[in-house]
């Protein structure tokens, strides 16, 4: 009876862990068909590790969700033990003590979160509750820890995750979101104090929080949780499968470390890529995907890499993580780009600014609608329309060589939401003499004529440039780096796809390919 009522919950329908809301797009709830994915990962990576063996029928082997949310790992590992251990443990409440007490762990990330995990597991928000399905726990937790504790302030951010005080240092009543797992110099003996000094996990699973607040929002949140996947690397299980955004496989504020160690340690196995976040994460929108790896510690060698553009799944290959500094999530893009490469040009990158290349930020509100003698041409947006206005040369605080001469303004922010084909970057506009531009855009430049800064833009909007900012694109923002992988050309003539093409070798399929991913833009005068 216990079993049909407690552990059969794939059978109900509708499944509760599949119909509460998120906390955010910070704090993302796993859905049990994604949950039992990454399990499926890891019961095959085991399998193959211990001579087909089947994890599952393994009762010494130790699980952590150490950012649990609403328990669903923890859950959906029980459900598969209870099966897998009936013929070691015949009883199935015995069974049941002894996965509950002995196998499965977890730290809830919020004190609503803990309650939620245990309900999930337990059948009760009380691990000693009347309602509970287990009975060896002496105290209410169970193995599912929360204890609110506090940022540690080095003036303003946080030491361990760099949360802005001014926005976390606050009151009890409210969540400050400082995570207990990553709070620490020194995570062994964190999970010593919780669950016992001689607490070693085999396997850790979960979805952490994937960024915080900044304090101006958008793209001055912080990345976090790259923080909770090294601390668990340096926990040293035997497998650590854990869901993270994409992003960092080709960008990502302050993620050259974690990437760098990623791809070079050999010991990702499997890397599992959605394109579209909503493909995985059914309502959620998140840009730049989403995917799940599995790391294994006794295992090393290339990774295997699956792939779903959109709604297809491509065929799973094996790959070199780190045969460039970023991921190429494309094979067939991967060989288009080596083409390209293999020329050994200049790159773009080389003339292309950086953010913010007159010191105006975005919202600089210092300027006139009317021309007035001396002032300078500033291109900037206003309301989200475009606009352009005159401003007072004083107020330039950098790259004042930019001004006087022909540029073309690439927009800084272009986000479609995975849309495949896709146009990738906003249409650039021919800044003539005399003329600066707000954090809006980059400047690329100078040119000697209007006529160069003309045929670089016919080069900007061909589809073959754009392809190659996309594999370095992966959320709304072209910074310089972006642009890294487009070569240098002459500005003597105007450029087209089909001259691009002849000039790397690009194959029938190769254009094909391109065009099905890139959408056509014109080169249209602004």
């Known amino acids: 009876m216990i079993e049909q009522a407690s552990f059969a919950l794939r059978g109900r329908n509708p499944d509760v862990l599949t119909c509460i809301a998120n906390l955010s797009n910070d704090e993302v709830f796993t859905p049990p068909e994604f949950a039992n994915r990454m399990l499926d990962t890891l019961a095959e990576a085991w399998a193959a590790d211990n001579d087909g063996a089947s994890i599952w029928a393994n009762s010494s082997v130790r699980f952590l969700d150490p950012f649990t949310k609403s328990g669903v790992f923890l859950r959906e590992i029980a459900k598969r033990l209870i099966a897998g251990l009936e013929a070691e443990i015949p009883d199935l409440q015995t069974r049941v003590d002894h996965i509950l007490t002995q196998q499965v762990f977890g730290i809830g990330i919020t004190r609503l979160t803990s309650l939620l995990a245990r309900r999930s597991l337990y059948c009760s928000k009380n691990a000693t509750g009347e309602h509970s399905v287990a009975t060896g726990f002496a105290d209410d937790d169970g193995n599912i820890w929360f204890e609110r504790i506090e940022h540690s302030w080095d003036n303003d951010k946080c030491e361990f995750c760099g949360a802005p005080r001014a926005i976390f240092d606050r009151g009890l009543e409210l969540e400050n979101h400082a995570y207990a797992f990553i709070h620490t110099n020194d995570i062994k003996a964190r999970l ?6 001689d607490m070693q996990f085999d396997v850790i699973i979960g979805n952490p929080p994937y960024q915080l607040k900044g304090g101006g929002g958008g793209s001055n949140d912080s990345s976090i949780y790259q923080l909770f996947a090294e601390q668990a690397m340096d ?3 035997r497998f650590l499968v854990m869901v993270i955004p994409s992003r ?3 960008g990502g504020r302050d993620m050259g470390a974690f990437r760098q160690r990623m791809f070079t340690d050999g010991h990702v196995r499997e890397l599992v890529d959605y394109t579209k ?3 995985a994460f059914p309502g959620v929108d998140f840009e730049g995907g989403v995917g799940y790896f599995l790391w294994n510690r006794e295992n090393s060698g290339p990774c295997r890499y699956t792939l779903f553009q959109g709604e297809e799944q491509l065929p799973t290959v094996e790959r070199k993580l780190d045969e460039h500094d970023i991921f190429v999530r494309d094979t067939r893009a991967l060989a288009i780009l080596n083409k390209v490469l293999s020329k050994d040009e200049g790159t773009i990158e080389t003339i292309v600014s950086g953010d913010t290349p007159f010191g105006l930020a975005t919202n600089f509100a210092d300027y006139s609608m009317s021309e007035t003698d001396g002032a300078l041409s500033i291109y900037l947006t206003v309301k989200g329309r ?5 401003v007072d040369g004083g107020v330039i605080r950098k790259n004042r060589q930019l001004i006087n001469g022909w540029k073309v ?3 800084e922010a272009y986000g479609e ?10 249409p650039p506009i021919v800044a003539v003499p005399n003329s600066v531009c707000t954090q809006t855009y980059l400047v690329a430049g100078l040119f000697e004529s209007d006529s160069e800064a003309r045929n670089f833009k016919s080069y900007y909007c061909t589809r073959l440039f754009r392809f190659l900012v996309s594999l370095r694109k992966i959320t709304q923002h072209a910074l310089r780096s972006t642009y890294s992988w487009v070569p240098l050309q002459t500005w003597d003539r105007a450029w087209t796809d089909e001259m691009l093409y002849q000039k790397y070798g690009i194959d029938q399929d190769e254009i094909a390919y391109i065009e099905s991913m890139i959408r056509p833009m014109a080169a249209a005068d602004e």
Do not use: D, H, K, N
């Open 386 to 390: 475009r606009t352009q206005g005159w």
């Open 235 to 237: 926990l040293e299980p």
């Open 248 to 250: 960092w496989l080709a």
């Open 192 to 197: 010593g104090e919780l669950f016992g000094a």
């Open 417 to 426: 939401r995975g849309a495949i084909p896709a146009m990738v970057l906003g």
């Open 409 to 411: 303004l690439l927009p």
């Open 277 to 279: 976040m909503s493909t």
